[in-house]
C-alpha cells in the first residue's frame, strides 16, 4: 500500500505492505528523510496521535516508529518539546580522509577561547526577552540608530561604572555584533594606522586589523605585561590588561601609568580589550585601565564569555572624538546590531538578573581552576590562574605534548601559535594553553585526567 504523508513543511512517499510493515515503513522513511536532509535537524514532528491519524495507523505503530528512531540517535524526544530531528554527523566515505578526521575527533576540548556555553541562563534570558518584546515601542522594529539601543547603551553605562570601573556616558557607547567588529570598525577609522598588538597574542586579531588596513607592530609582553616602552612609531596598542591572552598575566599598575603616559604624549590610543574581565579569582575583578585615561582608551566589551558567543552582542566606550567617526564605519558596515537582542540584554541588566549570573559563572571557574590545580599539582608550571577561562602550562617540548595529547583524544591550545612570527627560536617558551570553560560538568573530571597523562608523559 502506498501512502502519502504531509507534516512538517515535508513530504514523505511511504510504500509499505499491512499489518507490521506500516511500522517498519514508517520508520524507514522518517529515517530516510533525515538521512537526504528532506527532514533537518531540530524539526518538530507532529505528535503521534495526528501521524497515525493522517496515516491512518494504529496510535501503537507511530509511537514504535518513534522509539525504534529515538532509540537509534535520529530523534530526540523531551517533554513539554516533543519530538524533533537530531543533528547527525555528516555522512563520510568510511575509507577517505574524512573518516579518518572524523575518527580523531578529540574526545575532550580543553582549547581555550569559549564559555561553559551550556551555563547560558534560559529561563532568565526568555523571562527578559518577553519583557522587552511585551514593552519595546513600535519602533523598536525599523532601522535603529548605528550606535545602538539607548535602552541598552544606558543600562551598560551603569553596569560597567560599578562592576569595571569604566567612565562610560551612554552617548559615548557603540554596540557591536562582537569584539571583532568592534576592532574592525576602530582600524577603519584610524585609516592605515600601525597598531602596536601583544606578542604573544590571538593570531585571529592580528588578521583582524591587517584586513581591515592596519599595519600590525608586535610588542614584547612579559611577565609584568606588555611593554610601554617598546611601542616605538605605533598609533595605538591594542591591550588585555586584566588577563593577558594567551599568558594570563595581569598588566602591573606601573605599566598601567607607563601606557596612559606614552598616550598622552604621544596622542596614541590605547584599545582595552577587557578580555575575562570579570572573572578574576584572587580578590575583586581589577577595575579596566579606561577609568584612568577615558580620553585616550577605546574599552572593547563583549557578552561572549559572560552570556555566550553565539548572541553576538559587544559594546565600545570611545573617547568623545571618535563617536561620530566609528558610528559611521558601524552604519556602512550592517546599519545597527539586531534590536530585540539588544533589548533583552537592556532589561537582563537593569534587573540585576545579568550581576547574578556572572557571579554564578565566577564561581563555576573558580571551581574548575581549582580542580585542575588540585590535579596538577603545584611544580606543573601552571601560570595565569587568578583570573579568566584558561591556564598557560610550560613544557619542554609543545609538539611532542601534542602528539601525546593527540592520543588521550584531548584538544589543546599551543603557546607557539600565538607568536608574531612562526617558527620560535630556542630560547622562546613553550607552553599549553588549557581552557577550562567549554567541557560540560561531568566529562570534566575526565578530561583533567587525560590531561594528566599528557604531562606526566
Known sequence: MDDFWSGAGVDLHLETDAGDGRRIGLERALRDGIRDGRLAPGTRLPATRRLAADLGVSRGTAKAAYDQLVAEGYLTARQGSGTRVAALPPATDATGPQAAAHARAPRFDLRPGSPDVGAFPAAAWLRALRRAIATAPSLAYDYGDPRGRVELRTALSGYLGRARGVVAPPERIVITSGYVQGLALLTRVLDGATVAMEDPGLPF??????????????????????????????????????????????????????????????GGLIVEDDYDGEFRYDRQPVGALQGMAPGQVVY??????????????????????????????????????????????????????????????????????????DRLGTDRGVRGIAAGLHALIDVPDEAEALARAQEQGLALGALGDHWHTPGAPADRPQGLVVGYGTPRERAYPEALEALAKVLDG
Open 205 to 266: 586579531h592580528r588578521e583582524v586589523v591587517r584586513r581591515n588596513g592596519g599595519t600590525v607592530r608586535p610588542v614584547p609582553v612579559d611577565a609584568h605585561g606588555v611593554r610601554p616602552g617598546e611601542l616605538g612609531e605605533a598609533a595605538a596598542v591594542v591591550v588585555t590588561p586584566a588577563h593577558q591572552y594567551p599568558t594570563g598575566v595581569t598588566l602591573r599598575p606601573e605599566r598601567r601609568r607607563a601606557l596612559g603616559d606614552w598616550a598622552r604624549a604621544r
Open 300 to 373: 572593547l566589551g563583549t557578552a561572549s564569555k559572560t552570556l555566550g558567543p553565539a548572541l553576538r552582542l559587544g559594546w565600545m566606550v570611545l573617547p568623545a572624538h571618535l563617536v561620530d567617526a566609528v558610528a559611521d564605519a558601524k552604519l556602512h558596515s550592517d546599519h545597527h546590531t539586531e534590536t530585540i537582542g539588544q533589548l533583552a540584554l537592556a532589561e537582563l541588566i537593569d534587573s540585576h538578573a545579568y550581576d547574578r549570573h556572572v557571579r554564578a559563572c565566577r564561581l563555576r571557574y573558580r571551581r574548575r581552576r581549582d580542580q585542575l590545580l
